[in-house]
């Protein structure tokens, strides 16, 4: 009995190795556990509703269910009449959208990492997250001036010296953060500095670097741009028509009101909305003509010779199909055949933007990125599938499309000193005599 009573004391007491290692665990007077609760999300907000007050009066004898597919109608064709606006003043202030958009978004996300783990009290933190936007800017944009704009700054001595030291610029600015971050670790917020450190970057990656693949998409010719966005638009709003008319079956668990009804009737009609929109752009040169920039007016144009992609052709259609349909040829623009696979793409693999974006909420328990369009959330949810979207179509250009530019190259060449000009011009000259496009002269021989 003695001895029971004397291990039931000993027992709630920890062993030596245990305190130890309790010890250890703590880091600057701060446990494990202590920090891990620290960057515990925050509970779910109470959901307000976003929607006008004129609005709600006009819808309020409808059900949620029908409130809520009028509001977002209603919304959709407004975002739709905006989207042909900013389409018709030009390249110049499409771009200058793609950056607001690209600001919001960043904004969006910053602020859900700012109020999710409680970074209050971190210094410095909003000031850096937006130092390093626009460290990270400046060097895609630096790259892109240099690019397209490339007889301008040859042009422009102060231009010329950003041009040739852009690299080493932009790493300074960013070293100068990475420095002012180290600067402002205090002692008792490490971990959740480092976690906030990690979320900037990662929103960086996935916001910027997209955002500025839409401006290349946008610079090989308007359609690369409007065509793409515009098949995620269309499998948006069909698969939300399909779901809400005929949706039974559930698709993923991470989106519930996600069907295949809708997944499959929003692939079938984006397929044909893109060959439809594809044939009626690809007529005109200001939609097929890459964008570019005009040193004596000072202005972009997009007046070109189009290219085979952009005429009409021939082809044979499939004994199949043709007796079926009855015709044996038919007469199409190539560019729309590319445009099957990019719908495809925007049905099928687009959604998994909205998926991940789903995931992002559900983990954070949030219900949307923000309360800026009524019924949609914040611009990042209706911009989630736009950014995978875009990386395909500068993949798929850069793959497919596009070839070596002359332009570039001669650009390039005049920029070389006069003795290495003239080992290019003799190395060339020697390559195609060799190839017999050339004949030799008796002085070269």
Same mark, same amino acid.
């Given at each position: 009995?003695?001895?029971?009573?004397?291990?039931?004391?000993?027992?709630?007491?920890a062993?030596?190795? =245990? @305190?130890?290692?309790?010890s250890?665990?703590?880091?600057?007077?701060?446990?494990?556990?202590?920090?891990?609760?620290?960057?515990?999300?925050?509970?779910?907000?109470? &959901? /307000?509703?976003?929607?006008?007050?004129?609005?709600?009066?006009?819808?309020?004898?409808?059900?949620?269910?029908?409130?809520?597919?009028w509001?977002?109608?209603?919304?959709?064709?407004?975002?739709?009449?905006? %989207?042909?606006?900013?389409?018709?003043?030009?390249?110049?202030?499409?771009?200058?959208?793609?950056?607001c958009?690209?600001?919001?978004?960043?904004?969006?996300?910053i602020?859900?990492?700012?109020n /999710?783990?409680?970074?209050?009290?971190?210094?410095?933190?909003?000031?850096? &997250?937006?130092?390093?936007?626009?460290?990270?800017?400046?060097?895609?944009?630096?790259?892109?001036?240099? =690019?397209?704009?490339?007889?301008?700054?040859?042009?422009?001595?102060?231009?010329r010296?950003? &041009?040739?030291?852009?690299?080493f610029i932009?790493?300074?600015?960013?070293?100068t953060?990475?420095?002012m971050f180290?600067?402002?670790?205090?002692?008792k917020?490490?971990?959740l500095?480092?976690?906030?450190?990690?979320w900037t970057?990662?929103?960086?990656?996935? /916001? /910027?670097?997209?955002?500025?693949?839409?401006?290349?998409?946008?610079?090989?010719?308007?359609?690369? %741009?409007?065509?793409?966005?515009?098949?995620?638009?269309c499998?948006?709003?069909?698969?939300?028509?399909?779901?809400? %008319?005929?949706?039974?079956?559930?698709?993923?668990?991470l989106?519930?009101k996600?069907?295949?009804?809708?997944?499959?009737?929003?692939?079938?009609?984006?397929?044909v909305?893109?060959?439809?929109l594809?044939?009626?752009?690809?007529?005109?040169?200001?939609?097929?003509?890459?964008?570019?920039?005009?040193?004596?007016?000072?202005?972009?144009?997009?007046?070109?010779e189009?290219? =085979?992609?952009?005429?009409?052709?021939?082809?044979?259609?499939p004994?199949?199909?043709?007796?079926?349909?009855?015709?044996?040829?038919?007469?199409m623009?190539?560019?729309?055949?590319?445009?099957?696979?990019l &719908?495809?793409?925007?049905?099928?693999i687009?959604?998994?933007?909205?998926?991940?974006?789903?995931?992002?909420?559900?983990?954070?328990?949030?219900? =949307?990125?923000?309360?800026?369009?009524?019924?949609?959330?914040?611009?990042?949810?209706?911009?989630?599938?736009?950014?995978?979207?875009?990386?395909?179509?500068?993949?798929?250009?850069?793959? %497919?499309?596009?070839?070596?530019?002359?332009s570039?190259?001669?650009?390039?060449?005049?920029?070389?000193?006069?003795?290495?000009q003239?080992?290019?011009?003799?190395?060339?000259?020697?390559?195609?005599?060799? @190839?017999?496009?050339?004949?030799?002269t008796?002085?070269?021989?």
């Open positions: 009995m003695t001895e029971l009573r004397q291990r039931a004391v000993r027992e709630p007491d062993p030596p190795e =245990d @305190k130890e290692s309790e250890e665990a703590k880091v600057d007077g701060e446990t494990a556990s202590d920090s891990e609760s620290r960057a515990e999300p925050a509970p779910p907000p109470t &959901s /307000v509703d976003d929607t006008p007050e004129v609005l709600n009066r006009a819808l309020s004898n409808l059900s949620s269910r029908w409130k809520n597919w509001v977002r109608g209603i919304l959709s064709l407004a975002m739709i009449a905006f %989207f042909f606006i900013i389409i018709y003043l030009g390249p110049m202030v499409l771009m200058m959208i793609v950056m958009v690209q600001i919001k978004c960043f904004h969006e996300i602020t859900i990492g700012y /999710v783990y409680h970074s209050y009290d971190l210094p410095w933190f909003r000031t850096l &997250s937006w130092y390093f936007l626009l460290c990270v800017n400046y060097f895609f944009y630096g790259e892109t001036v240099t =690019d397209y704009f490339f007889t301008l700054v040859q042009r422009e001595e102060p231009l010296i950003l &041009s040739k030291y852009h690299r932009s790493f300074t600015l960013y070293l953060g990475f420095c180290v600067l402002s670790l205090v002692k917020h490490y971990r500095q480092f976690y906030m450190f990690g970057h990662v929103t960086l990656l996935i /916001v /910027v670097t997209q955002s500025h693949l839409v401006i290349h998409n946008l610079f090989e010719g308007m359609i690369w %741009f409007i065509v793409p966005i515009s098949c995620v638009i499998n948006d709003i069909m698969a939300y028509m399909f779901g809400f %008319f005929f949706g039974r079956t559930p698709l993923i668990k989106s519930p996600k069907t295949w009804e809708g997944f499959i009737g929003g692939f079938f009609a984006t397929v909305f893109g060959l439809l594809s044939y009626v752009m690809s007529g005109y040169r200001c939609f097929v003509c890459p964008v570019e920039y005009n040193n004596d007016t000072n202005s972009f144009t997009v007046d070109c189009p290219s =085979d992609l952009f005429r009409l052709q021939e082809y044979n259609i004994g199949v199909i043709q007796s079926v349909i009855g015709w044996k040829t038919v007469r623009y190539p560019f729309q055949i590319h445009s099957i696979a &719908s495809t793409f925007a049905s099928l687009g959604p998994f933007g909205g998926f991940f974006a789903s995931g992002f909420k559900r983990a954070f328990k949030i219900k =949307d990125f923000a309360n800026t369009i009524p019924g949609h959330g914040g611009i990042m949810d209706r911009f989630d599938c736009q950014y995978l979207m875009a990386t395909f179509v500068n993949v798929y250009i850069a793959s %497919f499309i596009r070839g070596p530019n002359p570039k190259l001669i650009q390039q060449f005049l920029t070389l000193r006069p003795d290495q003239l080992h290019i011009f003799n190395t060339l000259k020697s390559h195609l005599t060799d @190839k017999g496009i050339l004949t030799a008796t002085e070269d021989e």
